[in-house]
């Protein structure tokens, strides 16, 4: 996981999210396999965009996925609220033959990437399967918020997939609506205080303006049914 030192996404009081170093920006599709469970990530359009810009975190924009100063017209009220405690301590974690599965539910983004073939927390206990192995690597890595993350019991090290450092801007045709931010490959977010979030190599960010754990997502826009009109 990197930590690009000139990029970084700053939470803007009751405002927009303020994206520093040219972060690349696309849209980030989960499309389904057959019987229709979340299985790849499709990028799609790419944004052009400078060193700075800023992104609608109301879900109120008419220029999505970009600011428009629409938090104004409408008074949005976003308080950061998610706790500040290392995402291993929030974490449930389930022991399997050959890998720990953390789990911190409370950044759930609803992608479910973790559902096919029986489930990720069934499957965790069936490790010693090579299959199963693998396919509980895949659904760990695809998992855009990090609430899952997968460790080697043998060697104690994560096993996280190499991302680039970028944003993701999340659709999801499956459910009809449109999702978070996906910050990718260690880009730094710092509070409208500055203090910096706990580093990390996936999260996802509300954009909707509807989660209770702000500024990261909590998959409200799957029952607020977010539309951004990229999609």
Avoid at 28 to 48: D, L, Y
Avoid at 79 to 101: C, F, K, W, Y
Wanted: proline share 9%.
């Amino acid at each position: 996981m990197s930590d690009p030192p000139s990029m970084r996404i700053v939470v803007q009081r009751h405002g927009p999210y303020r994206a520093v170093g040219g972060i690349p920006l696309a849209v980030q599709t989960i499309t389904p396999n057959a019987r229709k469970e979340s299985w790849e990530w499709v990028e799609g359009r790419s944004f052009p965009v400078g060193k700075e810009y800023l992104l609608c975190r109301c879900g109120q924009s008419q220029n999505k996925p970009f600011c428009d100063d629409s938090h104004l017209r409408v008074g949005f009220v976003g308080p950061e609220t998610a706790s500040r405690r290392p995402i291993e301590r929030q974490s449930e974690h389930l022991d399997g033959p050959t890998h720990v599965l953390s789990d911190a539910e409370n950044l759930c983004a609803f992608a479910r990437f973790c559902d096919p073939e029986g489930k990720i927390w069934s499957l965790i206990e069936r490790t010693d399967d090579p299959r199963v192995r693998a396919l509980v690597v895949r659904e760990a890595a695809h998992c855009p918020s990090g609430r899952l993350v997968l460790r080697e019991k043998a060697t104690g090290q994560t096993v996280e997939p190499t991302l680039p450092p970028s944003i993701g801007v999340v659709e999801d045709p499956t459910l009809g609506c449109s999702g978070p931010l996906w910050v990718r490959g260690g880009v730094r977010v710092e509070s409208e205080n500055g203090t910096p979030y706990e580093l990390r190599n996936r999260l996802t960010l509300c954009r909707c303006g509807s989660s209770t754990n702000m500024p990261f997502c909590n998959g409200s826009h799957a029952s607020v049914q977010f539309q951004d009109g990229l999609g």
